[in-house]
């Protein structure tokens, strides 16, 4: 009998476990390790660092959904990942042995890579919910005595659209303060243009996102490199389409987030032939380690490509959907090689994405992700903001319940023709 270790359980982990969980052969085990016992629905970030949401309203106790369905669970960080003795390695000293081992480990923040970044620096974070909450508090102090805001997305960054959103979430949040008038907004980010969002632009998203700066009052910079942040001021290099420098700015601000580059986690970082130099894990069609064949990996931590060159480096994003179809592809994989077949199931990367702005959004499909695409489709409206609620509240029910993908949300995806699985041979 095997046992199958998902190691992470954010959103990817979480539903890994859930759909391993239903491939499983009587008497195989399944065990989730990860660093927290609670998960956090980090699409709800924004709206925590605005203080629209608690922390509260966007954990699950993970201890219990897991009993639940019948999974071991250990919440403690590993510390090595040992493939050639299939095992990981955790901070307090065990060891867990596997048959699988599924890392589902997200990205470690790099905001030690330029200097006065992140939380610990001169700006805030969304990425995690205890950024979050401390982007909140400081957000509560700068309304006391607001100032320029900056936001955005620097060099080597994936994660666009949280930037566009925490941007817009602030404007509706100033409005509705009576304070706008009181603070000048840039977005400053690496992307080439307004809207590229790693990914080449998804329908008019440079159009919608570009107009929708506009009507907000909020000036950008694109192609953007910043170069260090001290307090009360970002300097940021702006280069031409060539890659030259076209400007230095040094722009005062009183609030800023910024989302930072993503890198593998440590315990990763350097593991020959199962991570990249920046410590994602590589990955073949079937989301499978093409060195250790009992290793898949699904998530943010993955290896992608970028999309084609850019003067400033941007990554592709992974989105919550396309990780969805990395689970599955994965699930479905590992169940048929527990029964000696092989693994043939690819996910399709579908990126489909709701982005909200506080009392509107815009929404984008992308199929496939990498143009020309079959699908490059994307809207805006006060719609997306109440869709993206109810989706927030479906997605934490389903997760409290022990569920991925209920026989409804398969049929609806499949009535709209937005598939998880690229081939089933
Ligand atoms: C602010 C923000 C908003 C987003 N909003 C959206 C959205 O609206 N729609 C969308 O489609 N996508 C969105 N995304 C993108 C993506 O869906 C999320 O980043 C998602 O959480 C990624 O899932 P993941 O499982 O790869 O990583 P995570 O959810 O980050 O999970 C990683 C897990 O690994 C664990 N871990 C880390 N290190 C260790 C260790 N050493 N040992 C054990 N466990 C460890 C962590 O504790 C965590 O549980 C957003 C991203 C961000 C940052």
Known sequence: MAHIVVLGAGLGGVIMAYEMRDQLRKGDKLTVITKEEKYHFVPSNPWVAVNWRTREEVEIDLTRTFAKRKINFIPVAAKGVHPTENCVELENGQRVDYDFLIICTGPELAFDEIEGLGPNGYTQSICHVDHAQKASAAFKKFCENPGPIITGAVQGASC??????????????????????????????????????????????????????????????????????????????????????????????AYSMMLPAFRGIEPLRGVEGLVNPRGFVLIDKTQRNPTFRNIFSVGVCVAIPPIGPTPVPCGVPKTGFMIESMVTATALNIGELLRGKGAQHEATWNAVCLADFGDSGVVFVAQPQIPPRNVNWSASGRWVHRAKIAFETYFLRKMRRGESEPFYEKAALQALGIGKLKRVT
């Open 160 to 253: 666009f659209g949280p930037a566009y959103e925490y941007t817009f979430i602030l404007d509706t949040e100033l409005r509705r303060k009576r304070i706008r008038d009181r603070v000048p907004m840039t977005f400053v980010t690496s992307e080439p243009y307004i809207g590229h969002l790693g990914l080449n632009g998804v329908g008019n998203t440079k159009g919608i996102l570009e107009g929708e700066m506009r009507d907000h009052h909020i000036k950008w910079i694109t192609n953007a490199r910043v170069k260090k942040v001290e307090p009360g001021k970002m300097v940021v290099e702006e280069l031409t389409d060539e890659g030259e420098l076209r400007k230095v700015h040094e722009l005062p601000f």
